[in-house]
């Protein structure tokens, strides 16, 4: 099955890597993820550049 995730962020820095790593860790891999950011005033835009690609 092939799916993909969208999903909004604002100021999540603190989630966000629980957040990749249950992704990661799913037995099911989402084609693409998707990430809107709404203007983090955070460091969520870094962490989310970060994140490796798999």
Not at 32 to 52: A, R
């Amino acid at each position: 099955m092939e799916f993909d995730i969208i999903s909004a962020n604002f100021n999540n820095e603190s989630y966000l890597d629980s957040y990749f790593k249950s992704i990661i860790n799913s037995d099911l891999q989402p084609k693409t993820v998707i990430i809107v950011d709404d203007t983090s005033t955070d460091k969520s835009v870094e962490v989310i550049k970060n994140i490796p690609q798999v």
